[in-house]
Each structure stands twice: as structure tokens, then as C-alpha cells.
């Protein structure tokens, strides 16, 4: 039997081999039941995932099918929700009910939550635990976006008028029920959460104490209405592992755990990313192309209308430049620069926004920009003057696109700047202002910009 | 004495406030020294952090001096590395190694290792505990970028070969130097990693029974020279809050937890995002126009060559597009549409390399990114289609900007592919070639591009 310590030597990452799925599939085909169960007992529930991933969804099915539930429940979660769904629309109400109830509280409604309306009400009439239902249903009530739809009805907690000898029984039982325990909450007769009791206190405490002589009246809690983004933040920031959850009351509900503030955590930074690289909806690599597509050509869309913004623009200013032609030669150049400025800008906006650490008055933010831009373009600008000097021969043309660049870069990290700031403030997500809506606009008020300087300066 | 419980109840999170600050400020300039430690007693060291951030060095030096060692070393953790740095100028190297004597291993080496070197042997000169200084050196042979360097020293491990009683007095002892336990390891005589005791099993074991016959023989290890990022891959895919370190004879070094995992998967995905951005150090909204200035430069030099390259191009086809000028005007389109083609798709490859979920071979990708690019092109190209045919009133032109389109954002989304998976399989971050690297270069590669298949269609 291979141990995880042994796997580890050679490798810390499981990874799925062509043999080792040849491997399976051939067992799958063979039907040979017991050698299956017997492959499959080996690996921790995230790698069976990796591997029904490479399988069809027949076979992937006679797997979950084949296994136990208690293993299968938790292989289903890490599954993609795509290929989750599938799976499901194979399984019937009782088996799908029977993986529900191996799941924690805070899974199991994330599963059901899946399910179409009619599907979650054959799948809830299955499940035999009744109480579990009533939780289920509890949980099905939060927003995706608040604390209470991460939190997981699993915990362990004790009266504060209990002695250390019934708690440590009651533990015991409750413990049973929780994957990691983490802390123990203490709660008052209403159920109030009123503290905690560390393991370390408690592997150091006297068995003969009384819990309201012992907990440590002090303890992080989250309003289960509270934004999910704000409980990464508090959980981030004061190195919690588990945070519990309350209502407006203080009555304790449950708890959220660190893995899941991973996951948001995570997918917060790659939304962030995607949105900067002008893609609108979570999608993967591997998804279809159909998928892709639907992400990816609304902002493709938009900067087709600022390309043709950009085009008539240039048509107004045709007649001006007649004898200046070399000066559009500038506008991929001027747009350019406006379109990288202000994703910069906004970039380091947008991220501060994210980690809560962008003080003072939008006023303070935009003057630094300035300052900021300004040096930037001056110093680039010196460049592109004497680059056009050198081969144009004619200062005043030089002169003209080189204080063009310096003030299209200005403005450029002006609105880059306050476009998240302003979008903030109205409560608006500011990472759909990064990326190709600041490169549009920034392209076309560049060009608008640089051909209105250069005019002035040619005296045209 | 307020708690955390009726604090959170308003706001989970601390807010620093100018009213805050004005109190801190006049209490540090009364010099009333006891009011000032009340006041910070109250606060959560990642809170008082907040507050020095807003103070001058002065002062910011003072409170330090002032609180507790125990304290204020948590609180200097918390802090900016710059901010850091500033005070520990300010600090005796006594004082130093009385900061360091209260840090947990990893944040005592992070300290050390910011200080110059002829500062560190005064600081460990300092310290009195012999084997925190033996602790401290081992942890500073590791680089930035492996597991030791993220790894403490204080854990609890038992030897198999001890009883249930033997392991829970040593036990204690550990726990009180372990902020939090995690899990128990087991290791053999020699102190090779064999398993681990879960804090669950311990609640439930008869406390008469031999570790040997209680442990678990099954626990994930990393080396000590894995790469953080994979660490940080491994702890989220097996959802661990801890991971014991190992070195080469499988011997226990330290353990890694959490929250400096969460901090490692949160730098990674903002720096990717920056570097999306064209931004290319580590920077924040707060930090100096010198400092953003020199991580936001470099990219806009590219853009400028990238620009006068397209300048030059334009010049060479000047002489065959004399009667077609307009084309010119659409040099800001096809480059903005090669640019923003090129991020998506570079975007979607970076995001699942980081991810460690993109399969298939290369040739499959830029099969896949070619027939996407293709849908895309083809859709965008019949809008741009009829709004040239509608303002030029010649089908010829239309057809030649509009192929030439189709063609540029294939090509496009060929270059965003391959060239992160090519940095890759050379073992180069492909993050790099996000943003305005791909920007760039596709610029270019778009207007050559274009201006030869409208040469071509036009018959010039």
C-alpha cells in the first residue's frame, strides 16, 4: 500500500499520466469492480477528481457509481462545476441525496444549489437526515456574496456553564461531526457567541476548570450578512484559520475556514486579472470556444468602435494635415501610450482598492498621478523629440508631437486614476474599468488630444 | 476594556480614522507614557500597524520603543518592509535582538535578512538564546523562492516510540512555544518523518495507548528546495493548513502554514496582474513617484520603440498608399484589436499555466486559439465590413481592411499563445509576456500585416 509520505519523495504534485489513465480506463472496460476499488482506495479525493477529468463522462459516472459515497462525495466538490452538473443529470435523487449527506453542511448546499428547482426538491424528500434538511435549507437562503453561503454548520462549541469534564464529552461527540476543529466556541444559555477556548489552552488547561473561568472572552466573529471580500480581508489580516458566525443577535450560526477564503481570495485576483485583460466572464483554458468567445468579444466589440472612433477623428483632422501626413503616422504611437499609461494607472488603482489600502482624497490620488505622468512623459517625450528631429529635420513638428505625448500620457493617468476611483465610489466593482475600456477611451481622447496640440503648435 | 466581540459588531473591520490618529498623535506629544500603553493595549497588533502607518517616523519609533517587545515585534511584522526598515535604522541592535527573540523562526530570519550584513552580526551578537541564533542562520541558507524560506522551526512532533502519556507532557512543552499546533508529527529515531497524530485523534485516544499504535502513516511533506508556488499549489488542492518541511533523508526541518501560504498565492496573482499592467516591480498606489516611476517605465519605452517602429513602417508603405490615405486611418484599430487580442489570449494561457490545469500539447492550444480567433475575426470583420462600405462606398477597401483584420487577429491570438507556453517550456514566468511585451509586438506585427494583404487585395 502506498503511503502519501512515499508518493512525496519523488514528487509533491500528483500528476495524471497517459499510463495511469490508460490504466484506468482499461480497468473501467475489464468491469473488474473489486481491482477498481482497490485502485481508487489509494488516492486522496482531489486526485481522483484530476483523473474522472480525463475520463468520458460514462466512465466517469460508473466511477462515482462504484465507489463509496463517503470518498465520492468529496470528489464530486472538486470537480469543475461543468462536469459536476453532468455527472449529476446521471445520478438519481437517492444516490445524489446519499452524496449529500456525507457532506458537510456548507458542500452540501452548494451541491443542491446546483440542481435545477424540481431536482432539489426530489433530492431533499431523499435525504433521511432531517436536521441536515433543515440546515440545508438555512444555508440555501444566503446571497452567493455574503459570510453565510461559506459557512458551514459543523463546529465545535460549549456553554460557558459547563465544567471542563462535560466539555471535553461533549466535544468528543461534536468532534466527530467537524473535519478540523480548529477553535471552540463558547456560547451563553441564548446561544450567544461570548468567546473562545483554544486547543493549546485547552491541551494545557486543569480537567477539574470551569469553561467560564477558562475562555478567552475575546474572538473574531462575521455577521453572516457581512461581504465575503470583507471576511477574506478581516480573516487575511488577522491570520484567522476559522472565523465564526453570527447573527444580528450575536447567536452563533457557523464558521468559515481558511481553504475557503483561499478559493475566494484567489478567484477575486484572477476575476481582477481577466477583467484587465478584457475578458468578462470566469472562463478557463479548457473551456469551449463558444465559451471563450461569449468572454472574450464584448471588449474585443468595444475596442472595434474605438478603433473607427479613432478613424473618423483622423477624416476630421485630413484636411488640416494635408502637408503634415507624417503627423498620423504618430497616431498607433500616441495611442498607444495613452491605452499602456492608463491601464497602469489603473492598475495599481484598481489593486489598492482590493487590499483596502488606498488612503486619502481622490484629489491627493489625482495630483500624484500628475506628478507621476508628468515625469514619465517628459522623459519619454525627450526621447520621441529627438527621434523626430533627428529624421524630420523640423523642430517645430518634433516640438509639437513630443508635448502632445507628455500631455496625452497626463491625461491618460488621470483617467486611469479616477475611472476606478469614481466607479468605487458609486459602489461599482472598479476592476471593469482596467483593461480595454480605459485603453478605448484613453486611444480616442489621445488622438483627439495630440491632434488639437500638434494644430495649435503648427499654427495650422 | 473593549473586546473584539463588541468591536466587530459595528464593522469586522478596524478602520483607522482621523479622529483615531488625532488621539494617538496628542497622546504620544503628552508623553504620558502609561495612558499611551493603555491606549495601544487595546489594539490587535495587525491594527496598531495600521496606526503607525499613518505617523511619523518619530513618532512611529517612539510607540515601539515604548510597548512591549512581545508586542511590537508582531506589530514591525505587520508593517511595509520600507516602513520596517525605517525604524530598525532607528533601533539599537540590543533592541533588534530583543524584537527578534519574541518572532516565531521564519519571521526572525525575514527580519534578520533585511538588515544589511554588518548589521546582522551585531543583531545576532545580541541574541542570548544560543539556539534561536543556530535556528535563525539555518533558515537564512534558503532562497526567496523554496519552501524553507517560508518554513518555522517551532512545531510539535512526538517519536513514535514514546507512550500517550510521555507525548502529552512533551507535548505541552512544545505547545508553548507552537502559536498554533496544527497537527502533531511523528517522526522515527531518527528523526525522519513517519506519519502524524491529528488534534482530533488525540481528543478521542486512551490516553494509555502507544503513538506507534495511534499514528497516522500518511502525511503530505515538501521538501525543503520545492518551489514555494508548488507548495502553495499542493496546500490548496489538499485544503492544508499545514505542511511539515523535509529534507532530503525524509528528516523534519519545519512546517509551513497557511497564512504565509495565503500571502504567497495573493503576490503571486497581483504580480501577474501588474506585469499584465506593464507594470514590472512589486509596487503599491502609496508608494514613491520614484519608485513607480522606475517599475512603470521600462514598459512604456517599449511601447515607444513599438510606436516609432510603426511610425517607420507607415513611412515604407507611404509612397504605394498615396491614393488611398484613408487606409492609414485605420492603423489605430488594427493595432488596438492585435494588442487587445493578444492580452485575452495570453491572459487565458498565464492564469491556466499558474493554475497547473493546461493539458494537451502546444500544437492543440494554437489549433484551439486559431478557430476561436477566427470566429472572433470573422464576426468583428463583417461589422467593419459594412462600415467601410457604407463610408467609402468601395467594396474593394472594405474587403481588404476586413480580411486584413481576420488575419491580424488570428495571427494575434497566435503570438498570445504561444509565446507564454514557449517562456514556460523554457522555464521563463510567462506572466512576463502578458501586457504590453504582447501589446507591442503585436502592434507591429498587425500593421505589417495589415498594409500587405491591403496591398495585395488592392492590387498596388
Redesign the interface.
Known amino acids: 500500500m502506498r503511503?502519501?509520505?512515499e508518493e512525496?519523495?519523488d514528487n509533491?504534485?500528483f500528476q495524471v499520466s497517459d499510463i495511469l489513465i490508460k490504466k484506468v480506463v482499461h480497468l473501467i472496460k475489464s468491469k473488474n469492480d473489486t481491482a477498481t476499488l482497490d485502485f481508487f482506495g489509494e488516492y486522496?479525493h482531489?486526485d481522483i477528481a484530476e483523473i474522472l477529468d480525463e475520463l468520458n463522462l460514462e466512465q466517469a459516472t460508473y466511477v462515482i457509481k462504484l465507489l463509496d459515497s463517503e470518498l465520492t462525495s468529496d470528489v464530486l466538490m472538486e470537480l469543475d462545476e461543468d462536469d459536476r452538473e453532468k455527472i449529476l443529470e446521471n445520478l438519481s435523487a437517492k444516490e445524489i441525496a446519499e452524496e449529500i449527506d456525507e457532506l458537510d453542511s456548507d458542500d452540501a448546499a452548494d451541491m443542491i444549489a446546483e440542481l435545477s428547482e424540481k431536482r432539489q426538491e426530489d433530492v431533499i424528500a431523499h435525504i433521511e437526515n432531517l436536521e441536515q434538511v433543515e440546515v440545508i435549507k438555512e444555508l440555501l437562503t444566503y446571497d452567493d456574496d455574503v459570510a453565510g453561503s461559506l459557512m458551514a454548520k459543523e463546529l465545535v462549541s460549549v456553554n460557558e456553564n459547563w465544567t471542563v469534564t462535560r466539555c471535553?464529552k461533549e466535544?468528543?461527540e461534536q468532534?466527530e461531526n467537524?473535519t478540523?476543529?480548529h477553535s471552540i466556541y463558547v456560547t451563553d444559555n441564548d446561544d450567544r457567541?461570548?468567546?473562545r477556548l483554544s486547543?493549546?489552552d485547552l491541551?494545557?488547561a486543569s480537567p477539574k476548570a470551569h469553561i467560564s473561568s477558562v475562555y478567552i472572552?475575546?474572538?473574531?466573529?462575521?455577521?453572516a450578512n457581512?461581504d465575503i471580500e470583507?471576511?477574506a480581508?478581516?480573516m487575511?489580516?488577522?491570520?484567522l484559520?476559522a472565523i465564526p458566525v453570527i447573527d444580528d443577535e450575536?447567536v452563533l450560526l457557523g464558521r468559515i475556514t481558511?481553504?475557503d477564503?483561499?478559493?475566494v481570495?484567489?478567484e477575486e485576483?484572477?476575476k481582477?486579472?481577466?477583467l484587465?485583460?478584457?475578458?468578462t466572464q470566469d472562463?478557463?483554458?479548457?473551456d469551449s470556444?463558444i465559451e471563450?468567445?461569449r468572454a472574450?468579444?464584448p471588449?474585443?466589440?468595444l475596442?472595434?468602435i474605438?478603433?473607427?472612433g479613432?478613424?473618423l477623428i483622423?477624416?476630421g483632422f485630413?484636411g488640416s494635415f494635408e502637408e503634415h501626413?507624417?503627423l498620423?503616422?504618430?497616431?498607433?504611437?500616441?495611442?498607444?501610450?495613452a491605452?499602456?499609461?492608463g491601464?497602469?494607472s489603473?492598475?495599481?488603482?484598481v489593486?489598492?482598492l482590493a487590499?483596502?489600502?488606498?488612503?486619502g482624497s481622490i484629489n491627493n490620488?489625482l495630483i500624484?498621478e500628475m506628478?507621476?505622468a508628468a515625469?514619465?512623459g517628459i522623459?519619454?517625450a525627450m526621447?520621441?523629440f529627438l527621434?523626430v528631429w533627428a529624421y524630420e529635420k523640423e523642430v517645430l513638428k518634433a516640438l509639437a508631437i513630443s508635448v502632445s505625448l507628455v500631455v496625452v500620457i497626463i491625461v491618460a493617468g488621470l483617467i486611469g486614476t479616477f475611472v476606478p476611483l469614481f466607479l468605487n465610489k458609486r459602489g461599482i466593482d472598479p476592476a471593469i474599468a482596467?483593461?480595454?475600456f480605459i485603453?478605448?477611451s484613453n486611444?480616442i481622447f489621445g488622438?483627439l488630444i495630440y491632434f488639437w496640440i500638434a494644430k495649435t503648435i503648427l499654427g495650422i
Do not use: C
Open positions: 503511503t502519501y509520505v512525496k519523495n509533491i504534485q486522496h482531489a471535553v466535544m468528543r468532534a467537524v478540523r476543529v457567541l461570548i468567546g486547543l493549546k491541551l494545557m472572552p475575546k474572538v473574531d466573529s462575521v455577521n457581512e470583507d471576511v480581508r478581516v487575511q489580516k488577522y491570520d484559520e450575536q481558511i481553504d477564503i483561499v478559493d481570495i484567489k485576483a484572477e481582477d486579472y481577466q484587465a485583460a478584457g475578458i472562463v478557463e483554458a479548457d470556444i471563450l468567445t472574450r468579444l471588449w474585443l466589440f475596442g472595434l474605438g478603433g473607427v479613432a478613424f483622423m477624416v485630413e501626413a507624417v498620423f503616422f504618430f497616431t498607433p504611437l500616441i495611442a498607444a501610450m491605452g499602456n499609461v491601464v497602469q489603473s492598475a495599481i488603482i489593486q489598492g487590499n483596502d489600502d488606498v488612503k490620488r500624484k506628478m507621476l515625469l514619465n522623459i519619454l526621447f520621441l527621434f482596467t483593461g480595454p485603453t478605448t486611444d488622438i
